[in-house]
């Protein structure tokens, strides 16, 4: 009961927090613009010059009016404003009336996760293990050079890193395909070759993703260890005769990776972030593309619907980590 | 101040390098209230010219020397970083010092509120803020939006430094030798977080120039005005890849290099430099 009381209970507010404050944020930006949304936004939908169904207009007038809260007192249109976000009712997407904004969300979902998991878990394994051995074995060369590389790759952004890969892989090397998710005109049927296509596609901008992001587990990890190699335990198990295999793997990463899980959960809204910049380099079709698209053709519907929806994402995947954070660490469990 | 950073530059090696580089790069972008062209007239120059003495670095498709666009890309990107950096200074601060030194519900309630800024997506939220300010994002409006979004982590860091000074002895005495609330935290405890601030002050810098090379490439922010970001849009924009035009597109991209290393290097450095352990090591240093 404790445990729910003074570890859980406040874990869960603050995942509720994070969505209220995350979704006053995109309820309140519109409504604080000196300009008038609904007519800028028709205006800019116009100019675009392709061809908007007239009862798309209606529609776009009716739904802009209900989300920028136009509609009744400012109470009632939060109110509003909620209740559809409960439904899941982003309305239609304006670029490709009428289709639902979460039916186009439901499709670039899938190859985000999957992008953004495998490689969030690959950095992290990577970076914590080799950042773990550079920290404790910090007096040899090799620890150095490999600080030395992630000193250099960790502060430039992922755009810049993309860029670099592209610029790379697409002129000087070109054995990967550069863009999109599986070739053109394959069918999505289960099969090897459409396994191996979509490997393929998704392995630049998961490389470039996985280059940033273990470099930067790597320099905290280091640090970590760095402190931890001073600690008493340390010196009697390396007295003691205790292999450096063993202190390294069971003691010294294993309470070095305490604070990096939680370093993983504040951190994963940048990663978001850091992943669709890389997905729309690479024209992968993700949620990152998907958001491209949304700016390039004005679609706000679509917009806002991603926007919340991956303050949903991050906040739960937060809440996850929080959750099985005391299976890691003990002085949690048996409080 | 001045001995501090003679010092740090003659022993620390990633201070020495991040503090050349920024210099090179201020140099540049005071280079640019020089420059004999105007940055947001286009055909000033033949186009497409490869890097030649009277264009060192090339010229764009639009007609632009390079070099001296970058000039202009490299003021604007440091000046917008610095207004962010301002702002998100003040507010870190501010619930930084609040927080840590007043404790209790109070920092419980302003904790809960920063972790969710750490923890949402900016991204998706400045992107479509962006879009509805489009057109209407200049430097300043960007630098000051950057400054409003940037400042959660910071403060966290910034809490638990006043977390521990307070129960450090010089409180007490300070305290209870009738010091004011305000004179305390002014007189007492700022001095021990000013190389706090600057550490996590370039961190924001970079932070912020990121955030503005993203949104450009997007086409989100005020594409005529030159910044490392919009330099990068509108060379990826004209196919200067395809085409074959390198020095423009790699131009930007080897100064936001640069320019975030450097960051980096200096935010490090300063860091180290607070760390007593390193400080141990460095008198041995100078022993010698």
């Not at chain 2, 972008?29 to 030649?52: E, M």
């Not at chain 2, 000074?165 to 010089?170: I, S, V, Y």
């Amino acid at each position: 009961m404790t445990f729910f009381k003074r570890y859980l209970l406040p874990r869960i507010i603050q995942y509720l927090v994070v969505i209220f404050i995350g979704t006053t944020v995109v309820f309140v930006v519109p409504r604080l613009m000196p300009t008038d949304p609904i007519q800028q936004t028709i205006e800019r939908v116009t100019m675009q010059g392709t061809y908007i169904d007239p009862d798309a207009v209606e529609e776009l007038k009716e739904t802009l009016k209900e989300l920028y809260g136009l509609k009744g007192t400012l109470f009632e249109q939060y109110a509003i404003f909620w209740k559809r976000l409960f439904r899941g009712d982003f309305g239609p997407s304006f670029a490709q009336f009428p289709t639902p904004v979460m039916e186009l969300i439901s499709i670039s979902l899938p190859w985000t996760t999957i992008l953004l998991l495998l490689t969030t878990l690959l950095s992290w394994v990577i970076g914590n293990i080799l950042g773990g051995l550079a920290g404790y074995f910090s007096h040899y060369r090799w620890a150095r050079i490999l600080e030395g590389i992630a000193m250099f790759i960790r502060p430039i952004p992922y755009y810049i890193v993309a860029l670099g890969l592209l610029i790379l892989f697409a002129f000087i090397f070109p054995i990967f395909p550069v863009v999109g998710g599986a070739s053109i005109g394959s069918e999505f049927k289960l099969s090897w070759n459409l396994i191996i296509d979509i490997i393929e596609h998704a392995f630049l901008p998961a490389l470039s993703l996985i280059i940033v992001g273990t470099s930067t587990w790597f320099i905290t990890m280091r640090l970590i260890v760095s402190n931890i190699v001073t600690e008493d335990y340390v010196s009697y198990a390396q007295s003691g005769g205790v292999s450096n295999k063993e202190i390294v793997f069971h003691y010294v990463i294993r309470n070095g990776l305490l604070p990096q899980i939680t370093g993983l959960a504040l951190s994963l809204g940048q990663i978001f972030s850091g992943a669709l910049i890389t997905e729309q380099v690479f024209s992968y079709p993700g949620i990152g593309t998907l958001l491209y698209r949304s700016i390039s053709t004005g679609d706000y519907n679509l917009m806002m619907g991603i926007t919340i929806l991956s303050i949903i994402g991050i906040a739960t995947g937060v809440l996850i980590i929080d959750i099985v954070y005391p299976l890691f660490d003990p002085r949690i469990r048996y409080e | 101040m001045f001995s501090t950073i003679k010092t740090l530059f003659k022993y620390n090696k990633k201070f020495a390098f991040g503090f050349t580089v920024i210099s090179i790069l201020v140099f540049l972008a005071i280079l640019s209230f020089f420059s004999p062209y105007d940055p947001k007239v286009w055909n000033l120059t033949p186009r497409d010219l490869p890097p030649s003495i009277q264009h060192p670095l090339g010229t764009t498709s639009m007609g632009q020397d390079v070099f001296w666009l970058a000039t202009y890309a490299i003021k604007n990107s440091l000046f917008l970083s610095i207004i962010s950096m301002f702002i998100s200074r003040i507010i870190a601060i501010a619930v930084g010092l609040v927080a840590g030194y007043k404790g209790g519900s109070l920092d419980r309630i302003l904790m809960t509120l920063n972790d969710s800024f750490v923890i949402i997506p900016l991204l998706p939220i400045l992107i479509l803020i962006a879009s509805v300010l489009k057109g209407g994002l200049n430097i300043v409006n960007l630098g000051i939006l950057l400054g409003f979004f940037g400042w959660a982590w910071d403060a966290r860091v910034i809490r638990s430094q006043i977390l521990s000074l307070r129960e450090r002895e010089f409180t007490y005495t300070a305290r209870l030798s009738g010091m004011k609330t305000s004179s305390i935290i002014l007189k007492e405890y700022l001095p021990f977080i000013v190389p706090l601030i600057m550490a996590t002050a370039m961190n924001n810098m970079l932070w912020a120039i990121g955030m503005e090379v993203t949104l450009a490439i997007l086409g989100l922010s005020s594409l005529e005005i030159p910044t490392l970001g919009t330099m990068i849009h509108w060379s990826v924009n004209s196919q200067s890849l395809l085409l074959g035009i390198w020095w423009w597109i790699l131009t930007p991209v080897i100064i936001c290099i640069f320019l975030f290393i450097s960051l980096y290097m200096l935010s490090v450095s300063i860091s180290e430099f607070l760390d007593p352990r390193s400080r141990l090591k460095r008198i041995e240093v100078m022993k010698e």
